[in-house]
């Protein structure tokens, strides 16, 4: 079911994501070589208590940590660890949610540590321009689902990347996830239309070779197939009467 929120709660909804924002771009700040996501998620977590809020990721069907943190040809839903720690030419990415009065905000990126290859930085540049083509050719009550899939879609294949089919995005609200799930994939013409007061995280997960991904065995963490690099840019996004708002921008 869809629920569709009023202003007021998209409000909300919008002071949730900006914590989330902001904790991004802490992390994004303190990405450098030699320190363990363990620290990182340290980092996160003591964030968003600080600001009142709770990081939505934390025991999460069991999660552990409050942020996800995904290296190289992880995709998403990397555990952070002490003895992981970060390595000079990787590609991280930070996934991180959190809940303010009730109202969930989520959002990503993907960032270098340090000095990356320019294959890595254009995989990361093309996965967030996947988002903003996607959010831009929304038209309130006009595009459906699949309409927006094919942009995404469309854009990230003409770099010859692979976009993952097995994890999409997703509404969001009081629930971290909700209806409707929103792939990164679709047909023009199918699929639900996007209306005002929907409320969704669209999430391009765009891969340097194959689409396929796998499931290690800690249960969370995702690795692309032929392990090659995988980049995540996330903003959650309201559809109001004037016009899309990106909330966690
Ligand atoms: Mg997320
Ligand atoms: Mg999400």
Not at 4 to 15: E, G, H, S, V
Not at 18 to 30: A, K, M, P, S, W
Not at 150 to 164: D, K, L, P, R
Request: charged fraction near 20%; include cysteine.
């Amino acid at each position: 079911m869809i629920t569709l929120k009023t202003d007021t709660q998209i409000a909300y909804m919008k002071k949730a994501n900006q914590i989330v924002r902001d904790t991004l771009n802490l992390l994004i700040e303190h990405t450098k070589a030699g320190v363990s996501t363990y620290e990182l998620d340290r980092l996160a977590r003591e964030y968003i208590f600080s600001q009142n809020a709770k990081p939505s990721f934390l025991h999460y069907n069991g999660f552990p940590a409050s942020i996800c943190v995904s290296v190289d040809c992880e995709v998403v839903h990397g555990i952070p660890s002490k003895k992981k720690v970060l390595e000079e030419g990787q590609i991280v990415s930070y996934d991180c949610g959190a809940i303010f009065n009730g109202w969930h905000g989520d959002a990503a990126r993907t960032v270098g540590v340090g000095l990356i290859s320019p294959e890595c930085q254009q995989l990361i540049d093309v996965t967030e321009q996947c988002f903003f083509k996607g959010v831009e050719s929304i038209v309130a009550g006009v595009t459906r689902l699949g309409d927006l899939g094919h942009v995404i879609q469309s854009h990230a294949e003409s770099f010859g990347y692979g976009v993952v089919r097995e994890l999409v995005g997703h509404g969001i609200g009081r629930q971290m996830h909700e209806d409707p799930e929103v792939p990164n994939y679709g047909i023009s013409g199918h699929g639900i239309r996007l209306t005002e007061g929907m409320t969704i995280a669209i999430e391009p997960m765009i891969t340097m070779g194959t689409e396929r991904v796998d499931w290690m065995e800690d249960g969370w963490t995702v690795k692309t197939r032929d392990r090659k690099p995988a980049s995540h840019y996330e903003n959650t996004i309201a559809i109001t009467s004037h016009g899309i708002e990106i909330l966690s921008l």
